[in-house]
């Protein structure tokens, strides 16, 4: 039977830029170079007294009995590739777990994932629950960095960043404070009858011709099955391109901009024709505005 109910945290260790490496340095080397990394980051796992749970690819999921030894681990890691050849990116989090045969599961496990994907390289990236269970002299050794929604979670994350010694922090007005008394923004989608609106907080928004995961789907042949996914945060709505064929952006003075697999802001009001230019693309247009309350 599983064993649940115990809370673990969890570290996502990967290595940045892995694919590059293959290509410039050759398969043996490239090899030889993500086995050491790999081989080297499980030893200081082990002397933190954590637990390798699994290898993917160029990187390892590990667990430790709490956040204070992931923090000691996550920040040896960093020191020990800081001279070599290769960079990591490591993201955690803290929460209950499901243990069974040997593999963790569950929404914490989720969770780590999701920071460490938000991670660049040479950084660590740690949960609010992860930060507020550490030691007081760790905790002041990290800032609040942002609030972002993550796949799977209804309400906004707090990401907190780890500072290394050699970072080079700059000192900005609120800094490690997260943001209150803001103006809510809200973005209106307008399509097929549907008027949507979307508020700070909400997961990523998904459109596109797949009836099952699109949250407003759109019947045009042009349009791919995950299209794009809009997301609203710190006051400022985004569009992120997932398709084959672009989005067309309109904006209220009918400026027109492609994007394909990029991000862009959207301002304003406007319009968003899917997978070709909005003229006589009917079925795939969705129009849009961004209001301010509150």
């Known amino acids: 039977m599983p064993d649940a109910g115990q809370s673990a945290a969890i570290l996502f260790v990967d290595i940045s830029g ?14 030889q170079l993500t086995a050491q990394c790999i ?11 954590g637990t390798v749970i699994k290898t993917m690819g160029d990187g390892l999921m590990c667990t430790f009995p709490g956040p204070d030894a992931a923090f000691e681990a996550a920040t040896r890691m960093m020191a020990a590739q800081a001279e070599g050849e290769l960079s990591i990116y490591v993201g955690g989090h803290y929460g209950p777990v499901i243990w069974e045969e ?51 979670k ?19 007005a609120g800094a490690g404070q997260q943001p209150t008394g803001t103006a809510e923004v809200r973005l209106v989608l307008i399509h097929g009858g549907r008027e949507i609106a979307l508020r700070e907080g909400t997961p990523g928004f998904v459109i596109g011709r797949d009836k099952r995961r699109c949250d ?6 042009y349009a791919s099955r995950q299209h794009a996914s809009i997301e609203v ?8 391109d997932h398709s084959t064929n672009g989005t ?16 862009l802001q959207l301002v304003g009001s406007g319009s968003l024709s ?17 209001e301010t309350g509150g």
């Open 39 to 49: 081989a080297g980051v499980s030893d200081v796992v082990r002397r933190e007294g």
């Open 233 to 240: 945060r710190r006051g400022k709505a985004f569009l992120r």
């Open 154 to 172: 209804t309400g906004p994350v707090s990401i907190f960043s780890v500072i290394l010694p050699e970072d080079d922090v700059t000192t900005i």
């Open 248 to 263: 067309y952006v309109s904006d209220q003075n009918d400026d027109l901009a492609f994007v394909k697999r990029e991000l």
């Open 102 to 152: 040997g593999d963790v599961f569950g929404d914490a496990v989720n969770l780590a994932a999701r920071v460490a994907a938000l991670a660049k390289a040479g950084e660590i990236l740690l949960s609010e629950a992860a930060v507020a269970e550490l030691a007081p002299e760790r905790r002041e050794r990290t800032r609040w960095l942002d609030r972002t929604t993550v796949k799977g």
């Open 18 to 31: 892995s694919t590059s490496l293959y290509e410039c340095r050759g398969d043996a080397v490239a090899r």
């Open 216 to 221: 407003l789907v759109v019947d045009s042949d």
């Open 274 to 290: 899917l997978g070709r230019r909005p003229d006589g693309n009917r079925k795939g247009l969705i129009r849009f505005r961004l």
